[in-house]
């Protein structure tokens, strides 16, 4: 497998990677991104790191992590179609109801992966990021490195053997749940949401279906 040159995020708040490879402020409604040359640290802001706006995010990154509202979703997908054609885009994107509306319902009820995978039509996806919350990440890869598991989700096994290299550089031990379809497990409130060694994954794991 070849070398990683450029990871970038896109968000609407500062989340997910942004407290490893540091970030710009980021204006209400805006959506913004941040870009990184690997290795990505877990004990703090790259200093190879710099901001910009997501067409320049889905340009620049060898893979690129989407953490928006999922409300936002369909027009990260229109604008930047052509971008994602082909790339590892991991979707760390949560359908909330109350916050999203009709289209979260939806996602929810076609499940959260395969919903994504329609919205980004041509990505190599892969679902991560989405069991735990954000704001606990940076602690948790500091004060736990490799001991908490990530699970993940995705069709395309060298698209997951991509995500999994960036989830161990950030500090998680990855876990591929199956495919796409196990999307509808990574939200909060299923049994694999939450803090949960890759050993406690696997065997939720088997009572899934």
Sequence with gaps: ?????????????????????????????????DFVVPPVAPTGPSDRACAGTPRDAAAFGDVVLIAVPYSALPRVGRDLAGQFKGKVVIDACNPYVSRDGDIAAWARQKAAGLASAELLPGA??????????????????????????????????????????????????????????????????????????????????????
Excluded: C, W
């Design 124 to 209: 190599r996806l892969v679902r991560a990021f989405n069991a735990i919350g954000y704001s606990r990440l940076p602690e948790i890869a500091q004060e736990r490195r490799g001991r908490v598991g990530m699970p993940m989700a995705g069709d395309d096994p060298r698209a997951n053997a991509v995500a999994s290299r960036l989830v161990r550089d950030i500090g998680f031990e990855p876990v591929v749940i199956g495919p796409m379809a196990m999307g509808r497990y990574l939200i909060p409130g299923t049994r694999l949401a939450g803090e949960q060694s890759p050993e406690e994954i696997r065997k939720i794991l088997t009572t899934l279906k």
């Design 1 to 33: 497998m070849r070398p990683l040159r450029h990871y970038a995020t896109i968000s609407r708040t500062r989340q997910v990677l942004s407290p490893f490879v540091g970030s710009a402020p980021a204006r209400p409604r805006d959506l913004v991104a």
